[in-house]
């Protein structure tokens, strides 16, 4: 599946403008567009959605949700639902906030890899600068990460390629070794090993961090042995379910809470 391929939008994010940093129609809380992804080497598409009483160009804090395997910008709000986390927590008396999303391929895992592709810097090179053009501050910027993209905003965070305020992440994907990894994952162990989040809980020191995940979830070993590996210990923690949408969207209010806490 190529990277220019676009899962179309329903609702309030039916319409996409094509140019980087150029706004959709959407609705008024809700911007869809593309951008020209050097790193990416294709376009690729993005979403920023708005608080109730916000729109383009307000200055609010912006977290960027970094999608799973197979997933797009889309998927933030079409399986997960993020928008409507994020309007609940801000209702709730959450300072308010944005959320915004951007295609990182199907299976690239955020990093650079052996063809050039760098889904890490194209969040951090092309997709932060058109966050700014919308008037966000990304100097209040948090990540939050599911699956692939969990393990994702572990990695930037770690590697220094972002400098979130906080990261909350869901069923992170990490794995035990290079050989148990998915299907192009990886490059090859050396690719492995340079990233392997599971085996540094030093590059997450001194970052507020909250980590979720299911006891039936397939990483959930590897995830706990990283978990105990970090001090301080991370909020967050295990519960009943599995490595699925369903768990994802049942952690997302408290995860939103966690990071709109953590402004500063």
Not at 242 to 252: E, I, L, S, T, V
Request: proline share 5%; aromatic share 10%; glycine share 14%.
């Amino acid at each position: 599946m190529s990277l220019t391929r676009r899962t179309l939008l329903t609702g309030a994010l039916a319409t996409a403008a094509v140019g980087c940093g150029v706004p959709g129609v959407g609705n008024d809380r809700t911007v869809s567009g593309d951008l020209d992804s050097r790193w990416m080497k294709a376009t690729v598409g993005w979403t920023i959605h708005y608080p109730p009483g916000h729109g383009s160009g307000d200055r609010l804090p912006v977290v960027i949700s970094l999608h799973g395997r197979g997933g797009w910008h889309s998927t933030t709000f079409t399986q997960l639902h993020l928008d409507d986390a994020v309007d609940d927590v801000v209702r709730a008396g959450a300072r308010p906030f944005a959320i915004a999303s951007v295609d990182g391929g199907e299976d690239g895992y955020w990093h650079r890899r052996v063809d050039g592709t760098d889904a890490g810097a194209m969040v951090r090179d092309d997709f932060v600068p058109v966050l700014r053009e919308h008037g966000l501050r990304t100097s209040r910027l948090a990540l939050y990460g599911w699956s692939m993209g969990g393990y994702g905003a572990l990695l930037l965070t770690g590697k220094h390629l972002l400098g979130p305020r906080a990261v909350a992440v869901s069923s992170p994907a990490l794995f035990a070794s290079a050989g148990v990894t998915a299907a192009g994952a990886f490059d090859d162990t050396a690719d492995f090993e340079r990233n392997d989040v599971a085996a540094h809980p030093e590059w997450l020191r001194g970052v507020s961090l909250r980590i979720d995940i299911g006891r039936s979830d397939p990483f959930f070993a590897v995830t706990r042995r990283f978990v105990e590996s970090l001090h301080p210990r991370p909020a967050g923690g295990f519960e009943s379910g599995g490595h699925d949408a369903a768990f994802w969207r049942r952690m997302a209010p408290a995860q939103m809470r966690f990071l709109a806490r953590h402004w500063g």
